[in-house]
């Protein structure tokens, strides 16, 4: 694996690169989810490239930002057993040259549900995702399909710049009693962990939107939203001050 931390030298192999290209973004901390994605962008791409940058501008809270998980040498393993050709590490001059004085903004989808209750946050996750589509220049990008809300609105950026890449949204990958993997997890303690699976285990329930809050709220977390959108069940909720979200497909209910 190619481990590549100048902007200028990713861009000249990029130049070079012939046939198809997969490219998955990531802000590191890598766990099963990741390397799904991983493992389907090797399969359908002749070449495969995953950026890790813990992306400063989407995050609304500075404590969240500076408490995110670091664990590049873990991820490098993680990658190389993956067979990932290229890991792009860029840095925030790198990406913010113009110190996010330029940015994308949408102003429909991304108001709603986490726009509500994380200000902000969809700017700079589309800024930073453009940014690297447009490096990148990939011919499939893949994304997770926990972040339900993101996906929705990277494909509504990619449509409405025309930018010429396909987008694949991939199932989310969930542990044995249910909970989405997600980086956050690993700050759970034991008691915590066990107690977090009530979570998606109401979400995938035939209650009504309501009573799963009322549940949810019975037994202690904090939640932000369950709601019915976009044919799906999508939650928030606070368990002690560690985030989780969730979504199903209507289906699932």
């Not at 890790?52 to 057993?81: A, C, G, M, W």
């Not at 700079?124 to 996906?151: C, H, I, P, S, W």
């Not at 989405?180 to 979570?199: C, D, G, I, M, T």
Request: glycine letters at 4%; aromatic letters at 8%; hydrophobic letters at 35%.
């Amino acid at each position: 694996m190619n481990i590549v931390t100048d902007l200028v030298e990713w861009q000249s192999i990029r130049k070079n690169l012939k046939n198809t290209l997969g490219f998955i973004p990531t802000m590191g901390n890598l766990h099963e989810g990741h390397l799904s994605l991983c493992r389907r962008a090797k399969k359908e791409n002749v070449h495969t490239v995953v950026s890790i940058f813990v992306n400063p501008t989407q995050f609304n809270q500075q404590q969240d930002f500076s408490t995110y998980p670091r664990t590049l040498e873990e991820d490098i393993t993680h990658l190389k057993s993956c067979d990932i050709d290229y890991l792009f590490l860029p840095t925030d001059s790198d990406l913010y040259p113009d110190h996010y004085t330029l940015r994308v903004t949408e102003e429909a989808v991304s108001t709603q549900l986490e726009g509500e209750h994380r200000p902000g946050h969809f700017n700079g996750m589309l800024t930073v995702v453009l940014k690297l589509l447009n490096l990148t220049q990939a011919t499939r990008a893949y994304f997770g399909e926990k972040d339900f809300q993101q996906l929705l609105l990277i494909q509504k950026m990619v449509a409405a710049l025309f930018l010429p890449v396909e987008i694949c949204a991939c199932p989310t990958q969930r542990a044995p009693d249910g909970l989405a993997l997600s980086s956050r997890n690993n700050r759970l303690n034991p008691q915590q962990r066990e107690f977090a699976a009530h979570f998606p285990r109401l979400l995938q329930s035939s209650l009504s939107t309501q009573d799963i809050e009322n549940q949810l709220q019975h037994l202690g977390f904090k939640v932000d939203y369950i709601a019915d959108k976009w044919q799906r069940r999508l939650g928030a909720v606070w368990l002690d001050d560690i985030r989780l979200i969730d979504n199903i497909p209507e289906r699932e209910q």
